[in-house]
């Protein structure tokens, strides 16, 4: 059987509800960028705009037990719901601790929510788009509510969960000295802002410093809140549960949740077209011409304009 | 006054020894991302090939403690030394606590020492493209030892210490957990490992795990050493210094110093050409053509295809 009847054959099974199917297909995106075209043309017509929602933060910040509570309320909600994590530290992809991991295999027995972890490396064509693809697949497998967890510390971490529809920073009090150093990166991308663990010492403190840090983003429509959780204490959930409601309300009413989704599709076809010119441009002949120019003792943008003009 | 006369200006005091205009030109490729061809083709006469060493691990390591420690090492043998910190939670670039930062202001005021820290985001033409021309400014500019420091999450972050010479792990005993989850990115990648803050509880069961987890990597002539120190007690650091003179001999000695400067200058090559061959397909026509077809309802791949073939 050649790879593309096979991937036909998963296509039909995904779309009766196969869980096996789907974790083949992401699979397959994962470990074979030429494969992508194919799957992702398949699954294209199973698509119906999941709500997308990015958690980040630095690690040991609470964020997959935050993930874990937050799928449950979901699920409460009638809702099937898929998670993705990027994130090294996370239990769901293999770090923390063990009371973490057994937090996660209860909801990982749940066959309404959908867990995939990705490696953070090696994933081929980009981290950004390979995680586009599973969260493309999750979608079109039915889950209407879909989590991404990324650690935020990485750019290409946080170009992803900036792309979410609603995208939550979690911090927790002994982040506060560092509040200021991310104010360039985090502080610009969160909708939502969730201190965690904020039964610990120093939590006021740190409510203060995340304030202040927010005073430096251009006003918008939307004031991003600024929450409190105990994630594992369950803490606070409901109040943030409600919150993510009222952002994708926000969304709705104001055209924004179309705006997001054509602006990933945006992106996705820029990234493929980049792709596909540095692909078409490196044959053989100009590969040979680097390996040489490389070598040779000019500045780096004389030897690019070489290549390309020659 | 034109900026390229402005440019010739500043490299002639630059080639001087002026620390302002380094500071300046360094600010002028960052903040303007068409001038990095102006910038760099003047400088590249005054390349070195200095020693590049990046240090990378998990936030909270102490990495910028070692650096500073290992800045004055290399100070006190008679070298000009550069850093280039990218790491968000470092003393360096605003974060942590007063007194890192007040060890790295002691380090600062040395001037055969220059420090620049580098924002994670809004680098025009990305980070490592920034950082590379932040650290060829410095060669030219006369260290002779480049130390670059990121935080070791994010994929672009550890492609960046992993172009060094040579690559510096810091861990901590309190990483153990999640030694395994790193297996895949940033075990691969050192060259040299160190457990910081040794004196805490679990560091022996932290050495074991690091063991364990280099075992899967790929038998090489160099065998990594792991090397235990407590940085901010300067315990140590005369051992590292020792182990990384020994990895630049290794380097030296078996050409390999050189093919990592050839394989860097290829990556520069191969990144200038990827962002001229996107600068010149992005056209008026084709940006338009873009907005039409991503509000259209078809496969990302398809439409890919229809921009780039029409």
Tied chains: 1, 2.
């Excluded at 995340?210 to 991003?224: E, G, M, N, Q, V």
């Excluded at 990234?271 to 500045?299: N, S, T, Y």
């Amino acid at each position: 059987m050649t790879i593309n009847n096979r991937i036909d054959e998963l296509i039909i099974d995904y779309s009766k509800g196969s869980r096996r199917a789907l974790s083949r297909l992401i699979s397959i995106v994962e470990n074979d960028s030429s494969l992508r075209p194919a799957v992702t043309e398949k699954v294209h017509p199973f698509l119906q705009g999941a709500y997308r929602i990015g958690l980040t933060g630095p690690p040991g910040g609470g964020k997959s037990t935050l993930v874990s509570v937050l799928a449950k309320l979901f699920r409460q909600a009638g809702k099937k719901v898929g998670v993705a994590a990027v994130d090294p530290t996370s239990p769901f992809t293999g770090g923390a601790l063990l009371g973490d991991r057994v937090r996660m295999n209860a909801i990982s027995l749940d066959p309404g929510i959908y867990i995939r972890s990705l490696a953070t490396r090696g994933a081929l064509g980009g981290l950004a788009a390979a995680i586009e693809d599973v969260v493309d697949l999750m979608d079109g497998f039915g889950c209407q509510v879909i989590l991404i967890e990324t650690v935020g510390v990485g750019q290409a971490e946080l170009d992803i969960v900036s792309s979410a529809d609603t995208t939550i920073v979690v911090l927790v009090p002994e982040s506060g000295d560092s509040i200021q150093a991310m104010k360039a990166g985090m502080m610009e991308i969160g909708d939502i802002f969730v201190l965690n663990k904020s039964d610990r010492q120093g939590a006021d403190h740190a409510l203060l410093e995340i304030r202040s840090a927010l005073k430096y983003r251009k006003p918008d429509i939307w004031t991003p809140p600024i929450l409190k959780t105990a994630a594992s204490l369950s803490e606070g959930i409901e109040d943030l549960h409600e919150v993510i409601e009222k952002h994708l309300c926000h969304l709705k009413e104001n055209g924004l949740l179309i705006k997001r989704q054509y602006q990933r599709r945006k992106m996705k076809i820029r990234r493929i077209v980049q792709a596909k010119l540095e692909q078409d441009f490196w044959d053989e002949e100009r590969k040979a011409r680097l390996d040489r120019i490389a070598g040779e003792d000019i500045p780096v943008f004389s030897a690019s304009e070489k290549l390309i003009s020659e």
